[in-house]
Structures are given as structure tokens and as C-alpha cells.
């Protein structure tokens, strides 16, 4: 049974949130694959190899995606 607001007395802090294995482990895949996509997509438009620049900016991107999905799924 799940503890509700209407469950707790003052100043009786709630159980702390369980962490799942599988949010750690699909914010790491995420985060992979949308590196791999920038990359692909970068490559096909600029004509070749991106820049470090284009690479820093699509790690950068892959780290948020990967972070908001860790979060989300808590």
C-alpha cells in the first residue's frame, strides 16, 4: 500500500525512494544511442567528419537526454 501526504503525521519524514538498477541502465543506453544518432546525422550533414566542436556539442546533448531520462524514470 502506498504512503499518501494524508498518511504522514508532522514531522515524520517520509521513507526515502527506492532506486531501480534499470533507470541507471536505460539513461546510459539513451544517452548512447542519441550520441550515436548526432554523429550519424552530423557526418551526413556537414559532408564528412564533424568538427570537435560538433562532437563536445552532441556529448553535451546525449549527457541531458541520458540524465533527464535517469530522473524520469525514478
Excluded: E
Amino acid at each position: 500500500m502506498p504512503i499518501t501526504v494524508r498518511d504522514l503525521k508532522p514531522g515524520i519524514k517520509p521513507p526515502p525512494r527506492q532506486r531501480n538498477i534499470a533507470s541507471l541502465v536505460g539513461g546510459f543506453v539513451i544517452a548512447f544511442g542519441c550520441f550515436v544518432l548526432w554523429l550519424l546525422v552530423a557526418s551526413q550533414i556537414v559532408g564528412g567528419r564533424p568538427s570537435a566542436a560538433i562532437i563536445a556539442a552532441g556529448a553535451a546533448f546525449a549527457i541531458a537526454v541520458g540524465v533527464w531520462i535517469r530522473l524520469a524514470d525514478l
